[in-house]
């Protein structure tokens, strides 16, 4: 700051931004600390270290980023404006000339609220006639060469003029029409009142020809810089006398920023945009509709995933060597499922976030279900669901990203690593809110709802696009926030996909128990993430609004005379086990159709049921007669079943019954399995027994294992689990957001911290900042005196780390050694040995 400018300050003005923190209340430090929460990683030891650490180039870029378009805009303008710049010059570069008498209330409003976001986030300090950017963000928003202003300004005359030689300097003011002056500075000034005055800045444009005001029109917008020759033409040279273009290197050319400001009517931003684009509504369906839609789709994801590990009982497929799944694993998975590839994907890493799923870290490693499957298909279906949802809404790894290539160019595949993103959560919540706004049973348009995201959190920078006027080639450039745009746009698209299989919309709209989901509508749309326990309470009661819309499972099917059963509904759950393994699926959908075959019969009646159990079990469970030709499909293949037994030998097949062997050994098909007579009712085979009973199954036969005392071996289905497995934790860019409790510790420690560094001391011996040092005699004689007289000191203090520090105490009593004091700095009272105290000072009177 200079001399002239301290002159001019208030006197209760701050004079840094570690000031205008200081002259903060707690509740407006403890909003800084959850706006940017990284300021409290540690905890600052006082308002100047969270000054400094506000303004460090990592935490300016982090909190920029998460501005809306709006308010990006207003830093943007300030980044241009002089310094300090008043509200009233802020004003003018975003509404133009036309000051407060044309801009609109809602510009005026949004103003106000966008310069009080930057204060609130210390991005902006000082009063309405000194606002100041914070240094880092001005030079992160500023124009350069190299990094083009947002704005698509350039640099100011002095600064474009700043190489420049003074006798050129005064060809320029001379050909502008002005009076040569006595020195490059005063000159340059003369010309940036030229360009600042709205009259004789019109006057002078015009007088220029049409080309030159045409290549004006080209920069005007940005980029401002361009390329001429060594030899320009005739309407260029006009510009370059006038130093309406300025050299900034060899064939370089640019567009001064106050010349560009008059052409631009005094705007910083072509067009600014003050209020968020609305979220429009694309069809409108009756929430009846939308909620059983919804309900439906929420069924349909529970049975799904149940499929899914049901389908990985016995152990899944494989892990790669570089974790997750291979490609042929999904594909046969998405047939297994009978949804697409994405689809089936999406319904992998879902079990694998709610920790349904888990690698069983074997020397062959597969993955299985955890134990953890097991008490969630004992809970109610409705809660369930909202594990489900609560797990994808928190979750961090992104199942859209699969089958995609990451920075390395190697595949993504599912159950494997670099899919988390941890922007995810944020979006699908932000997504989810923006559908409250629309009346119920609304769904959105998509563009409108991109369109919405995009102003909540835009790319920093913009990109522009480049021409060729008049013999002035303007350059081009990229914005870098482009990406991780895209990226949100498709993780935006991916939460409105699947929130939709998830039965959180149905139709495209929010539902009920979506919204329930929520929490409270009341200022849903600009709430913030919920916290676990919050999110916990939200899910319990969108469970409680789902139940009564989830079909009741049956206990009952419907058996047809051509060896069906139609299941109407969902079913029990014992009902549901023991018909899977006495019939195969053969539809699904609202109501599933499940096929009687020889294979399934005789599936069953390898797990150990009989005849007469088949036929009392169906006989309770359909509401139809059993029909004939399934009882007679049932009673055959049980008469069959068992007759032929077949152990380990390497392998045998005994029989009773001669004629059956002697049709064995003629049947051709039999050849591969090597077989030969032992004795009358006796086959042994080369192949294993496994081998054998699927090769006289092919055939026709219905063998049974025996064991080695000759007791049939009943086979049923054996699930394998994991060892206990927790849900993988999601991946957060940052410290997460502190909540009130931790936010009011950390404002006191702050204050005190701050208490301790800023009190006046007494005749303080050291440097500014310095420990104070004192002999042991002395320490121990202020000590006591303190106790007496009931005054705060200040002391030095190394911990057992080796850690100095400053305190603010006021001593209690002194003994043993130890001061036992009430600590201002930590707001409690604490008991210090007193040789880690480095010395010790009194405070000033006041």
Not at 161 to 190: E, F
Not at 454 to 475: D, I, L, Q
Not at 514 to 531: D, V
Not at 829 to 836: D, G, I, S
Request: hydrophobic share 40%; aromatic share 4%; charged share 20%.
């Amino acid at each position: 700051m200079s001399t002239d400018e301290q002159a001019q300050r208030p006197a209760d003005t701050p004079r840094s931004l570690a000031e205008a923190l200081r002259s903060r209340g707690d509740e407006s430090l403890g909003a800084l600390l959850q706006a940017r929460p990284d300021l409290l990683t540690p905890v600052p030891t006082d308002l100047t270290q969270l000054a400094t650490r506000a303004a460090t180039r990592a935490s300016v870029v982090r909190a920029l980023e998460r501005l809306d378009r709006f308010t990006q805009q207003v830093a943007e303008a300030l980044a241009v404006a002089p310094e300090p710049a008043t509200y009233a010059e802020l004003h003018a570069l975003i509404a133009g000339d036309q000051g407060s008498d044309g801009a609109d209330a809602a510009t005026d409003e949004a103003l106000g609220r966008a310069v009080g976001v930057l204060r609130e986030q210390a991005l902006v300090w000082g009063p309405d006639d000194r606002l100041r950017l914070v240094r880092t963000a001005r030079e992160l928003l500023a124009p350069a060469p190299q990094y083009p202003s947002p704005t698509g300004l350039g640099p100011t005359v002095a600064e474009a003029t700043a190489g420049m030689s003074p006798n050129r300097i005064q060809d320029i003011v001379t050909a502008a029409g002005l009076p040569s002056t006595h020195d490059a500075v005063s000159a340059v000034r003369s010309l940036t009142d030229l360009f600042t005055d709205r009259t004789r800045m019109s006057a002078l444009l015009d007088e220029a020809p049409a080309e030159s005001v045409e290549v004006l029109s080209r920069l005007v917008w940005g980029p401002p810089y361009g390329q001429v020759t060594a030899d320009p033409a005739r309407h260029l040279r006009w510009l370059l006398d006038r130093g309406l273009l300025l050299p900034t290197s060899p064939g370089t050319v640019v567009l001064p920023r106050e010349a560009a400001l008059h052409l631009r009517a005094g705007r910083a931003h072509r067009v600014i945009e003050p209020a968020p684009p609305a979220v429009q509504p694309l069809r409108e369906h009756r929430p009846q509709v939308v909620d059983a839609t919804a309900a439906g789709q929420a069924y349909t994801a529970l049975a799904t995933v149940e499929e899914l590990l049901k389908d990985w009982d016995e152990g899944g497929p494989t892990v790669l060597r570089a974790g997750g799944l291979s490609v042929r694993d999904l594909k046969r998975t998405a047939v297994a499922l009978d949804v697409p590839e994405p689809v089936a994907a999406f319904w992998v890493e879902l079990a694998y976030a709610a920790g349904l799923v888990a690698s069983d870290g074997e020397a062959d490693e597969r993955y299985a279900a955890t134990p953890a499957y097991d008490d969630w298909q004992e809970m109610p279906a409705a809660e369930r669901w909202s594990a489900l949802v609560t797990a994808w809404l928190t979750a961090t790894r992104t199942a859209g990203l699969i089958g995609g290539r990451d920075g390395k160019d190697r595949t993504l595949s599912a159950l494997g690593p670099h899919l988390d993103r941890s922007s995810a959560p944020e979006i699908r919540h932000r997504v989810l809110t923006l559908l409250t706004t629309l009346p119920d049973g609304a769904s959105p348009t998509p563009d409108s709802l991109l369109a919405r995201l995009r102003w909540e959190r835009p790319p920093r920078g913009s990109s522009g696009g480049g021409a060729s006027a008049g013999g002035v080639s303007t350059g081009s450039s990229t914005s870098a926030g482009n990406a991780p745009l895209e990226l949100r746009a498709r993780i935006a698209q991916w939460t409105l996909n699947e929130a939709e299989l998830l039965g959180i919309t149905g139709r495209g709209a929010l539902s009920s128990h979506g919204r329930a989901l929520l929490g409270s509508e009341e200022g849903a749309a600009t709430a913030p993430a919920p916290s676990p326990a919050e999110l916990a309470a939200s899910a319990a009661r969108a469970a409680r609004l789902l139940t009564p819309l989830l079909p009741e499972p049956l206990d009952h099917v419907l058996l047809q005379a051509d060896l069906t059963a139609v299941a109407p509904g969902p079913l029990e759950r014992p009902l549901a086990e023991t018909l899977a393994v006495l019939a195969d699926v053969e539809s699904k959908g609202g109501a599933t159709v499940y096929r009687f075959t020889p294979g399934s019969v005789r599936r069953a009646l390898d797990a150990g049921k009989s005849a007469s159990d088949l036929h009392a079990f169906l006989a309770a469970h359909s509401r139809t007669p059993v029909p004939q030709p399934l009882a007679y499909l049932i009673d055959d293949v049980a008469r069959k079943h068992g007759h032929l037994r077949i152990g380990a030998a390497s392998a045998y097949v005994r029989c009773d019954d001669e004629a059956l062997l002697n049709e064995i050994l003629a049947d051709k098909r039999s050849q591969g399995l090597r077989l030969r007579r032992l004795a009358p009712t006796v086959l042994a085979a080369q192949a294993d027994p496994g081998t054998l009973l699927e090769g006289l199954r092919s055939m026709g036969f219905a063998p049974a294992a025996e064991s080695a005392e000759g007791d049939v071996l009943i086979h049923r289905a054996h699930a394998h689990r994991t060892p206990p497995r927790t849900a993988p934790e999601p991946v957060h860019d940052g410290p997460p957001l502190p909540d009130d409790t931790m936010t009011g510790a950390a404002v006191r420690a702050i204050r005190a911290g701050d208490l301790a560094s800023t009190t006046p001391r007494k005749a303080a011996p050291e440097a500014t900042g310095a420990l104070p040092r004192t002999t042991a005699a002395e320490t121990l004689a202020t000590m006591q005196a303190a106790v007496l007289t009931g005054e705060a000191v200040w002391i030095g203090y190394v911990n057992a780390e080796g850690s100095a520090s400053q305190r603010v105490i006021a001593p209690i009593r002194v003994e043993g050694g130890f001061v036992t004091a009430y600590d201002h700095t930590a707001d409690e009272v604490r008991t210090y040995p007193l040789h880690r105290v480095t010395g010790v000072a009194e405070l000033a009177d006041d």
